[in-house]
């Protein structure tokens, strides 16, 4: 029995090694050393979509030491990362207010920040692969008041949904926007879906 045991974990041990030297090796990258860094806004557990990749470019968010949001992208090949620190602030003290980036699918950034029972704060990159933002802008204008937890989502025709908690703790209900990429329009989706 005992020798049974010997021979399974010999396999599973090979098995593991194996595994670990097929890994691909990982190549990490400093964006910047002025990132936000008196609590855990950038980098809390429930922030969705901190990073993404459209194509070839991918996109970082963050928060710097003067509460900027700052933007950041680069090329997957050569990997080196250009950084647009916008001109919206955020309050990074509120671990809550943490950032949300997306890519649609005509390659427009679009950013929601600063987030926790407060007005939508959502913006729009200017042109495709562009990290320069335009001005704040409302979604649809109603039951954007009291927006906290901000999330994006790529569909695959190229769309976004946005989902959000209208309300307060125990007081709220989540909404779900959708961004038509042929009529650059968001919709009401769902309200009150939970």
């Not at 194509?55 to 710097?64: C, G, K, L, P």
């Not at 939508?120 to 495709?128: M, R, T, V």
């Not at 999330?151 to 926007?177: I, P």
Request: proline share 1%; with cysteine.
């Amino acid at each position: 029995m005992f020798k049974k045991y010997q021979q399974i974990l010999l396999i599973c041990s090979l098995l593991i090694w194996v595994k670990s030297t097929n890994a691909q090796e990982t190549n990490i990258q400093t964006i910047a050393d002025n990132g936000w860094a008196k609590n855990t806004v950038n980098t809390v557990v429930f922030r969705k979509n901190s990073l993404t990749t459209f194509q070839n470019t991918q996109y970082a968010s963050y928060y710097d030491d003067e509460q900027f949001v700052v933007l950041a992208k680069r090329n997957i090949a050569n990997g080196k990362w250009e950084v647009e620190r916008t001109q919206y602030k955020g309050d990074a003290t509120d671990a809550h207010k943490s950032i949300s980036i997306i890519v649609d699918g005509d390659g427009f950034l679009h950013i929601a920040w600063g987030q926790h029972g407060n007005n939508l704060n959502y913006a729009k990159s200017l042109a495709p692969n562009s990290l320069k933002l335009g001005v704040k802008e409302s979604m649809l204008r109603l039951k954007e008041n009291k927006v906290s937890y901000p999330e994006f989502y790529n569909l695959k025709n190229g769309d976004l949904l946005f989902s959000y908690r209208d309300g307060s703790s125990g007081n709220g209900g989540l909404m779900m926007n959708k961004y038509d990429i042929k009529t650059k329009k968001w919709h009401r989706l769902q309200d009150n879906l939970i």
